[in-house]
């Protein structure tokens, strides 16, 4: 898989997940641009270095609400904080 492709997945698959998990981006990338874009930026980073990302869109396929992220998500922790917010 390319780059591009690779990447775009990956923001594909933290869209997903912030969906399940409630947390909206986009809401907060409206309060905060500069930083909030950043946040997002790394969170598809993270997600791109993840060696699970089939797992993910399987997932991420059956179930349209999720109360925590899998244990194997590289932004688990990201995901909690902006939930929580």
Same mark, same amino acid.
């Given at each position: 898989?390319?780059?591009?492709?690779?990447?775009?997945?990956?923001?594909?698959?933290?869209? #997903?997940?912030? $969906?399940?998990? %409630?947390?909206?981006?986009?809401?907060?990338?409206?309060? @905060?641009?500069? *930083?909030?874009?950043?946040?997002?930026?790394?969170?598809?980073?993270?997600?791109?270095?993840?060696?699970?990302?089939? #797992?993910?869109? $399987?997932?991420? %396929?059956?179930?349209?609400?999720?109360?925590?992220?899998? @244990?194997?998500? *590289?932004?688990?922790?990201?995901?909690?904080?902006?939930?929580?917010?």
């Amino acid at each position: 898989m390319g780059l591009f492709s690779k990447v775009g997945q990956s923001s594909d698959l933290v869209n #997903g997940m912030a $969906e399940r998990m %409630g947390v909206d981006f986009a809401d907060a990338i409206g309060r @905060d641009p500069e *930083m909030e874009a950043q946040k997002y930026r790394r969170a598809v980073m993270r997600c791109s270095q993840c060696s699970n990302q089939t #797992g993910c869109v $399987e997932l991420q %396929g059956g179930t349209t609400e999720l109360d925590k992220t899998p @244990d194997y998500c *590289m932004n688990s922790d990201l995901f909690a904080h902006m939930k929580a917010e």
